[in-house]
């Protein structure tokens, strides 16, 4: 009797205020069904976290993988419900109270994100390459390397299975980067993807040191450009009264203000966002990461975070930048010619498998740009179709790296590929498949989509870039065939690696790159077709 | 804007200034009358007398202490960071009287002939302006602790920098129940809404977790292992002397009155009278409520002295524990219950009686359930120690050292030797094994 | 306006403070010993302290993390409480959702023995 009595007393206060508040805040609308992908990925990675706190340790492992992947699947699965249906089209692409735009670019992007997602978790999950719970990942990162600790740690079968929410968590950062229609919905998108990152590129297994190195250097470098893009946003704030893309664009076409805060904050924000594409002059972490980092990983970061990023500076510059075209393509030449250079003329010079990807991913970011360059839809669908092909080629070029092993773990000196292909041509042969792919050699699909972003380019008018382009094409070429002549036409070494049988996952892996890096070359249209259908952002 | 603030916008400055020095004022009196207040009650609690030779009862005890300090030498040590050492004393005491400044203390009165609230100022987030400005004092403790250059003043200012913040999230998630029921974060506002119930017996649960987390927000016993004497001297004020040590036992004290008066702003219908007396219609009107506030503050006051006098300090692990595997997920439990029941009852017909006891059904068996659970940790843990300690019968001398047997182990009595079995039975158990040890070890 | 009796009142106290300490080192007095300025030890010579402070545990990092973690969980359910009432459902349900997703984090840490102190 008490106890309702003061309850009901309780609801005095709170109906007078009420009454109080009668212009009440309008709850915001949420379009759940066209956001489920997202909903589908953050719910798996935090049902992960529950599950790294109460599943017992032996069950970790295969509960964390099932999980992950029926995360990304089920999201797979939510993205051509959403894309099938009409929800997307027209004025309704705008969710979520204008935070997020789920157009056509947008579903293609995060289609191809959960699908190179897919293959790196493959590869991830990975344990028999490197025989241990906690396969290529350290037993436990928070040990010194070298310390009792860290043999304690591995005796005990520790494993580091946060590796799988956090890799769910970074793919859900990037399924929303490209999708945010303001400027601060895409710092946080960016923040979550590259938060797991940085954690991520540490917990290597093998050269402990190396690995927490590039970790380090990610993480402060990252910091550092993301504060350079969240200055940007304010400047641009400062400019146009808001962060919405359109409403930037509308302030930018009246001209109204102050320019120099408008180009100081496109300024600022580009340089947030070439850093995690990695073009040059802000590509100086790349080499050091992919190297250091787990080389699953590696693979994720170079396929995943490319597309997520590209797709950002995509929405960003062609929506909310789209009436500077003038002013930020000479800037945008410049980026592009010098990242094309930089990434084919160092490449030529490494001596580490790794290291060499990484500035052949430099390079690709360099052609993209060039894509990006176009600024019209048909570079759009270039870049779309680009960032697809090149992504599923450059996992399977890190996968091929994770099979070849010395007894110290990957054997990734370029001179210990001597004679690779003698000894396991099937190998040899998917990587060299790859490698014509970055080449740009027709009948791969690097072929087509260089061909598609550089005949944008050339309608665009962007004429000497795409002769930059074609040339840096070629010395780029050079390196990658001289790289499969010493993979077949060399003798191996005496105690040279030797190629790892891997588990079902890693050959999934590489024969899925295998095959869409074929296809794709053979019969792009469908393909194309698609990006070209997506093509279009809607403001 | 509400009718406080809007009175206190006409104030004239002289009128602003005059309560600015009331406040102050008020505070340093406060302060001198709660230590005195203290050591005699504490006393008493200990059959002892205490102060009683300075003034009457010993009222100007606390005066001559802080006059003595004032004369005795300010040391600075020789590996002190000087500046941080200086400004430390500074950055704790100014935060605590800043506190003050939005707690009510009494309802419209009129000063020299002019019309106010007994109140200094009045701030649509005045509580989120409390936590704000007592953050600032965290960091008069850690600078203290740190600057001073010594092992003992950093661990101390450590500790209580984690105390307090582990506390001060129990304590601002204590605030949400209020602000869910009161629609406000205003400190007269939520006073004003108190007229019928006050929040400390509709909230109870809110309130109860308020008051643990004040000790530990002040670090007062039980929770004052920042100054564990035992372990740490005096914990970040161990190098501090003269003055300086004043100020930090002068904010100490403050904030004892702040928390006290927060809490009974929040919970205790601040300056409103409490049951019987507000039957007198006068009870709320003019320079009255000023006694019932400073009656609650004190009775709050003499709340933490009780604790003091009656609790042992809590281990560090204990205390942290307390805070943040027991406050806060109870807390997060009772704000989600609440607004789940103000929602219900806002959104449906169903019948309050009902919800209760549905919700009351759900925490027992969480409880119960949380028992079990408990229980088959424990159990776990226990075999899985014994597991672990391979030897189960153990060393009672190892390395020469007495030392008592850990959890799951059991001691091995000494072998006693037939001879000593007759004549020097008392003695056999304690010297005869050692000595032998003795002569094991050479 | 709303901040003249804040700034008041601060005056006096920082004036009061800083008056204090100043004065507390002019009225007492001075007799130089070199001991009697060392870091206080119980008596023993002074543990040495490199410079900038010693190391201390980690833990202390990690329980400021959480701090703030849950310091940003409170900054947002404020203005959801003071706003409740005009919320309605949507608003119960959204913060419930957040309330459990910190929580989800918070179950990680304690099942990892992030708030064990030893």
């Known amino acids: 009797m008490t106890v309702a009595a003061v309850v ?48 017992p340790r032996a069950a970790r492992w295969a509960v964390q993988v099932g999980l992950t992947v029926l995360g990304l699947v089920g999201a797979f699965v939510a993205v051509v419900l959403v894309a099938s249906s009409d929800d997307w089209k027209g004025a309704r692409a705008v969710v979520a109270e204008g935070a997020v735009t789920v157009d056509g670019p947008t579903l293609f992007l995060q289609g191809t994100i959960l699908l190179l997602a897919f293959v790196a978790v493959l590869l991830l999950a990975e344990r028999r390459l490197d025989p241990g719970p906690s396969g290529a990942f350290a037993a436990q990162a928070s040990t010194v390397p070298g310390s009792p600790g860290e043999r304690e740690a591995t005796r005990a079968g520790a494993a580091q299975t946060e590796v799988f929410p956090l890799t769910l968590f970074a793919v859900g950062g990037m399924l929303l980067f490209p999708a945010a229609n303001d400027l601060l919905v895409a710092f946080v998108a960016l923040e979550v993807l590259s938060l797991p990152l940085y954690l991520l590129c540490g917990l290597a297994r093998r050269r402990r040191l190396l ?45 109204q203000g102050s320019d120099v805060l408008l180009l100081s904050g496109v300024g600022l924000v580009t340089v947030g966002l070439l850093f995690k594409a990695g073009a040059a002059p802000f590509h100086a972490w790349t080499p050091d990461v992919y190297q250091g980092a787990p080389t699953a990983v590696t693979a994720f970061m170079a396929a995943c975070t490319k597309v997520a990023a590209f797709g950002a500076l995509l929405r960003i510059y062609y929506v909310a930048f789209g009436g500077l075209k003038w002013e930020w393509r000479p800037l945008m030449w410049g980026v592009a010619i010098l990242t094309m250079l930089v990434g084919a003329v160092i490449s030529l010079t490494q001596q580490d498998v790794k290291r060499m990807l990484a500035y052949s991913s430099i390079a690709h970011a360099g052609f993209v740009l060039v894509g990006v360059l176009a600024a019209d839809d048909a570079g759009l669908r270039g870049v779309l179709f680009y960032l697809l092909a090149y992504g599923f080629a450059t996992i399977g070029a890190f996968a091929v790296v994770t099979m070849v092993r010395d007894p110290a773990g ?130 | 804007m509400n009718d406080t603030a809007s009175l206190l916008a006409d104030d004239p400055w002289w009128l602003i200034a005059f309560k600015a020095v009331c406040v102050f004022g008020f505070l ?85 002939g002019e019309r106010t609230t007994l109140q200094l100022a009045d701030f649509p987030v005045g509580v989120l302006y409390v936590l704000a400005i007592a953050s600032v004092g965290i960091y008069g403790i850690v600078l203290a602790g740190w600057s001073s250059g010594s092992t003992y003043p950093l661990l101390g200012g450590l500790r209580s920098s984690a105390q307090m913040i582990s506390y001060e999230v129990a304590m601002g998630l204590s605030f949400v129940a209020v602000f ?263 | 306006m709303d901040w003249v009796p804040i700034a008041w009142l601060g005056g006096i106290a920082f004036g009061f403070a800083v008056f204090s300490v100043v004065a507390g080192a002019l009225t007492g007095p001075r007799r130089y010993n070199r001991a009697k300025l060392q870091a206080y030890e119980c008596g023993i010579e002074p543990t040495p302290q490199p410079v900038g402070g010693g190391r201390f545990p980690v833990k202390y990092y990690l329980t400021a993390m959480l701090f703030i973690v849950f310091d940003i969980e409170i900054v947002f359910l404020y203005p959801w409480a003071v706003a409740f009432d005009s919320l309605g459902l949507f608003g119960l349900i959204e913060m419930v959702l957040f309330i459990a997703t910190v929580f989800v984090a918070f179950a990680y840490v304690w099942r990892r023995g992030g708030l064990e102190w030893d």
């Open chain 1, 410 to 539: 990957e054997a990734t000196h370029l001179s210990q590929w001597a004679g690779l292909g003698r000894r396991s041509p099937l190998v040899a042969g998917a990587f060299a498949i790859f490698l014509l792919s970055f080449a740009g050699i027709p009948l791969t699909s690097g072929f087509m989509s260089k061909y598609a972003v550089f005949s944008a380019a050339l309608d665009g008018g962007a004429s000497p870039v795409v002769v930059v382009a074609v040339l840096a094409s070629v010395v780029a070429a050079f390196f990658y065939v001289r790289v499969i002549v010493l993979m077949f036409f060399s003798e191996p070494a005496a105690d040279g690696p030797t190629v790892a049988v891997p588990s079902i996952l890693t050959t999934v892996a590489l024969a899925l790159g295998v095959t869409v890096t074929l296809v794709l070359g053979v019969i792009p249209q469908p393909v194309l077709d698609l990006a070209g259908d997506a093509a279009a952002f809607v403001r």
């Open chain 1, 211 to 255: 690995s927490q190195e590039a970790a380090m250097k990610y993480f402060l470098l990252g910091a550092f450009s993301s504060a350079f893009f969240l200055y940007g946003i304010a400047l641009l704030y400062g400019y146009a009264g808001s962060i919405r893309l359109s409403e930037i664009a509308d302030a930018a076409t009246q001209a």
């Open chain 2, 180 to 442: 869910l029921v009161a629609g406000s974060m205003s400190t007269s506002q939520i006073v004003a809404e108190q007229s019928d119930w006050w929040y400390g017996v509709i909230l109870f649960p809110s309130f109860a977790i308020y008051l643990v987390a004040m000790v530990g927000e002040t670090n007062r016993a039980p929770f004052d292992l920042p100054e564990a004497e035992g372990e740490l001297v005096g914990g970040f004020h161990t190098e501090y002397s003269s003055l300086k040590f004043a100020l930090f036992f002068l904010a100490e004290y403050i904030n004892m009155v702040n928390v006290s008066a927060l809490a009974t702003t929040l919970f205790l219908g601040g300056w409103r009278a409490p049951w019987p007396i507000s039957l007198w219609d006068g009870a709320n009107e003019g320079w009255w409520p000023l006694l019932w506030w400073i009656a609650k503050v004190v009775i709050l006051i003499f709340v933490f002295v009780w604790l003091r006098g009656t609790l042992p300090r809590l281990r560090y692990d204990q205390f942290m524990k307390l805070g943040w595997k027991g406050l806060i997920p109870v807390s997060l439990a009772w704000i989600v219950l609440l607004a789940t029941v103000l929602t219900v009852r806002r959104e449906t017909d169903i019948d309050t009686r009902t919800l209760l006891f549905t919700f009351a059904g759900i925490l027992v068996v969480g409880l119960l359930l949380s028992f079990v659970w408990d229980a088959v940790a424990a159990r776990k843990e226990a075999t899985k120690l014994e597991v672990r300690t391979a030897p189960r019968q153990r060393d009672a001398f190892s390395g020469g050292f007495p030392v008592p047997p850990l959890p799951g182990q059991s001691l091995d009595e000494p072998a006693r030797q037939p001879a000593h079995s007759g004549a020097a039975a008392p003695d056999a158990g304690t010297t005869g094994p050692d000595t032998a040890q003795e002569g094991d070890r050479g």
């Open chain 1, 8 to 55: 009901s007393a309780a609801s005095v206060p709170a109906a007078s205020v009420s009454a109080a508040a009668a212009d009440s805040i309008p709850a915001p609308h949420i379009e759940y069904g066209v956001l489920s992908p997202l909903f589908v990925v953050f719910g798996a990675a935090v049902l992960g976290v529950l599950v790294e706190a109460f599943a």
């Open chain 2, 28 to 112: 340093v009196v406060i302060t001198l009358f709660n230590i005195v207040f203290e050591r005699r009650v504490v006393a008493r609690m200990q059959h002892r007398i205490g102060p009683n030779r300075h003034g009457p009862f010993g009222s100007l005890q606390s005066l001559a202490d802080g006059v003595k300090l004032a004369f005795k030498e300010d040391l600075t040590p020789s590996t002190a960071d000087k500046v941080v050492f200086f400004l430390a004393p500074v950055i704790s005491t100014a935060p605590a009287f800043l506190a003050f400044a939005v707690i009510p203390f009494g309802p419209e009165v009129s000063i020299f």
